[in-house]
């Protein structure tokens, strides 16, 4: 009884997802069988421990994770997700838009990952925008800061590149030089266009998590 009670007491009161959670999250979605302690984890995602151990308890709280306890001390968690599809079904209420904004810059060759409408047509039925778009993290942007158009009229007149400045970085999740399906879907759900939102769709019918 005592146990059950201090489980209720320390669940928090989570509207969305932290940018640190909500990487974790998707990290985890990707990684269905992962089994991993804050320590580890922190590795992973190139963060700080106590980070990685807020981003766990937060999930855990929410009853999107367990864990086991284990090591010579018995103080080591080990966490890992609970099942398909109630995982998704359960977090996708507070996930959040990753992009923190978006700038245009020139034709440079630098190795980001496609995102946007770019990133919706492949694979789907949609047709490619007609400016590439690509994503960074807010710790990459001093990368492309000298490539950057500010002027309004250029920016509508020539040929850039648009680019998407996340929250988070978007290689942990990247596949194919391709941005997760997830993290693509948010960054694009104020989309009215039809058309989007059938490819939206056709995304998420073809992964393995997700049920309609």
Known sequence: MDLKQKTDENIRDIEKFSTSTQLVF?????????????????KVLDSSIMTAWRALTDLHS?????????????RSKNYKRIGDPEYYNLGSQYLKNPVNEVLYIENMEFDFPVAGLEALS?????????RRVRAISKKNLNIIKSHIILNRDKIADMDLIEVQ????DPKLLVKNNVVDSVS????ITESNDERVEHAIEERLR?????TA
């Open 165 to 168: 400045v996340w929250d988070y």
């Open 62 to 74: 929410l009853r999107l994770l367990t864990y086991e306890i284990s090591g010579k001390n018995a």
């Open 122 to 130: 492949k694979g789907t039925m949609l047709n490619p925008p007609k």
């Open 184 to 187: 693509l879907i948010m960054s």
């Open 26 to 42: 998707l990290y985890f979605l990707y990684n269905k069988d992962l089994v991993i302690n804050s320590t580890e984890l922190a």
């Open 206 to 210: 073809g992964e393995k998590w997700y």
